[in-house]
């Protein structure tokens, strides 16, 4: 599932590519119940792309019709830019107009909604199950869908170390459940909570409620490197996500526990370990994380 690394780099890679653009036309073949009547956004321009935790926020300028998308990718949903060929009927399947070896992965093949802009490029969406969230608001009412009940961005220079600890602390759950919990802190999933913990030497089982200031504070710090270093290697791609143009991220590869069972621990050496936690796997070092 895409977290903050990877719906940071959709952001930055749309901000080079279609701010500016006025929208042509709009493409999908998702059923009316799971999309907003996108259609009156035709001759919008696009004004600004912003996130909100692990949503995409795209503004649109229309005469009278001022208005914000707000996208979120969900398990399997990315962005892409490029040039596709519209099918002209539900039979036909939609496929790349250029030999671009990253656009005709098959990763990057499952579109199912398209803005034809001004310039020619057009911007997807692909999505294999299906299961992106796609809000249309007026402009002003960006506080709906959700939106409002989001608790503080991981990487907001407005969230403090003190700020943090409120968020947090004192909470009688896991503390990996607590740094993925959207109403607490928005932005972490199960990728980045594994390691983040990893980093701090904390087990992800500990409650919340039971770690001392100093334990918050490794937390905390570890948060921020390592987000910001995942948001400099442009996120994570085990299985779909995929930035604007097709291509992989780096952290993968560089990445200390998640999905690493039963490889030596890059600290002691010891065995990763994983269990559940909340209905989610985590993988921890049994050794330095006590």
Same mark, same amino acid.
């Given at each position: 599932m895409p977290e903050l690394p990877e719906v940071s780099t959709m952001v930055d890679d749309l901000r080079r590519s279609v701010i500016g653009k006025k929208i042509k036309s709009v493409w999908s073949d998702l059923p009316p119940g799971k999309l907003p009547r996108l259609t009156g956004l035709c001759g919008?321009?696009?004004? %600004?792309?912003?996130r909100r935790g692990k949503n995409v926020l795209i503004y649109l300028e229309k005469t009278g019709q001022d208005s914000v998308l707000a996208v979120h990718p969900r398990m399997t949903g990315h962005f892409l830019i490029g040039r596709w060929r519209i099918p002209?009927?539900?039979?036909? @399947?939609?496929?790349?107009?250029?030999?671009d070896v990253f656009l005709n992965e098959k990763t990057n093949s499952y579109i199912h909604l398209v803005f034809v802009?001004?310039?020619?490029e057009m911007? %997807?969406?692909?999505?294999?199950r299906k299961f992106a969230k796609i809000n249309l608001a007026a402009a002003g009412e960006t506080e709906t869908g959700g939106l409002e009940k989001l608790g503080p961005d991981a990487l907001s220079p407005k969230l403090t170390l003190n700020k943090f600890v409120k968020a947090i602390g004192q909470r009688? @759950?896991?503390? @990996?459940?607590?740094?993925?919990?959207?109403?607490l802190l928005s932005g972490i999933g199960n990728i980045y909570s594994d390691e983040i913990l990893w980093t701090a030497e904390i087990d992800p089982r500990r409650s919340a409620e039971g770690l001392s200031s100093g334990e918050i504070k490794r937390i905390y710090s570890a948060m921020r490197l390592l987000l910001l270093r995942a948001v400099r290697l442009r996120g994570t791609s085990f299985s779909d996500f995929r930035d604007a143009r097709g291509r992989k991220g780096h952290y993968g590869d560089k990445r200390v526990v998640y999905g690493l069972f039963a490889y030596p621990c890059k600290r002691c050496g010891t065995p990763i370990? @994983?269990?559940?936690?909340?209905?989610?796997?985590?993988?921890?070092?049994?050794?330095c994380q006590k």
């Open positions: 919008a321009t696009i004004k %600004a792309v912003d002209r009927s539900r039979k036909e @399947k939609i496929k790349p107009l250029s030999a802009l001004s310039g020619g911007l %997807a969406l692909s999505d294999v009688k @759950k896991p503390i @990996k459940s607590v740094l993925m919990d959207q109403k370990a @994983k269990t559940k936690i909340g209905g989610r796997t985590a993988s921890f070092c049994p050794n």
